[in-house]
């Protein structure tokens, strides 16, 4: 089943189209990489499928709803979950305060608002904090931490939230070499159990953990293959991996 369908999308600023005729599906479980130049819409991609814009034209169905005009934050509570590219954890609490807040954020508020189960998986401050690989720095203040530590925490807090989607906007700007593969191997043991559809730059990164990768430009899909298909693709070579230093 596809978790992720996006038709004819085409989102329209002031007559400059950054979608453009977008189409775009994902299947449930699937681990997404999205690429593409400066301006080829990665970002509005990812604001349309959240309701942060709405498409001037076309539509986004996720688990087979449609989402045309429903709320940012309804959309979030359907079970899409959005990581940012800039952490937004709380510096002056500790790691695990900062998982013990979603956490028990969700246990008050899932059941009775969001009317969903929370998934099988039965997250716990403990677990989580094994999962991103923090827990011998559990009580450590989170300003304290490196930003790569920071971007897994933010990752364990969006996990936290069990999303059936997870979008991640460029999780490795700004890493170190060591942080990167944390981030990457983080990525691919929260992608056995979750659909996520990540973008970023970083080739090195995109090599270590992309199965599926979409390439677009000019707000549209230009190519979309395994790796190997994208390194290969002379029109991909052309408008992005050409101008790689
Ligand atoms: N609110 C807006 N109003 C007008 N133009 C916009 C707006 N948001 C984005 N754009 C334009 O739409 C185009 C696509 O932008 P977008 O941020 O989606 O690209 P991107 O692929 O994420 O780029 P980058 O890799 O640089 O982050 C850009 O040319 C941008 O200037």
Do not use: C, W
């Not at 009317?115 to 989580?128: D, F, H, N, Q, Y």
């Not at 992309?210 to 298909?229: C, I, K, P, W, Y």
């Amino acid at each position: 089943m596809n978790i992720l369908e996006i038709e004819n999308v085409t989102v329209n600023f002031d007559g400059f189209k950054a979608l453009n005729n977008l189409n775009f599906s994902m299947k449930t479980g699937e681990l997404r990489v999205i690429i593409g130049p400066n301006g080829a819409g990665k970002t509005t991609f990812l604001d349309t499928i959240t309701g942060k814009v709405q498409p001037t034209q076309g539509q986004v169905i996720f688990k087979g709803r449609n989402l045309g005009n429903i709320p940012e934050y309804k959309i979030a509570r359907l079970g899409i979950g959005r990581k940012f590219q800039t952490p937004r954890v709380y510096l002056n609490l500790t790691v695990a305060e900062n998982l013990d807040l979603v956490v028990n954020q969700n246990k008050n508020v899932f059941p009775t608002l969001f009317r969903r189960p929370i998934s099988g998986e039965k997250r716990t401050v403990a677990g989580l904090l094994e999962t991103v690989g923090l827990a011998a720095k559990a009580e450590l203040k989170a300003e304290f931490l490196a930003h790569g530590e920071k971007q897994r925490l933010e990752i364990g807090m969006l996990v936290a939230q069990s999303p059936d989607l997870l979008l991640v906007d460029e999780p490795v700007a700004g890493l170190t070499d060591e942080e990167t593969e944390n981030v990457g191997n983080l990525l691919l043991a929260l992608a056995e159990s979750h659909s996520i559809i990540v973008i970023e730059h970083d080739m090195e990164f995109v090599r270590q953990i992309a199965r599926q990768v979409t390439v677009l430009h000019q707000g549209s899909v230009l190519f979309e293959g395994n790796m190997d298909q994208v390194q290969n693709d002379p029109r991909v070579i052309e408008v992005y991996l050409g101008k790689e230093e």
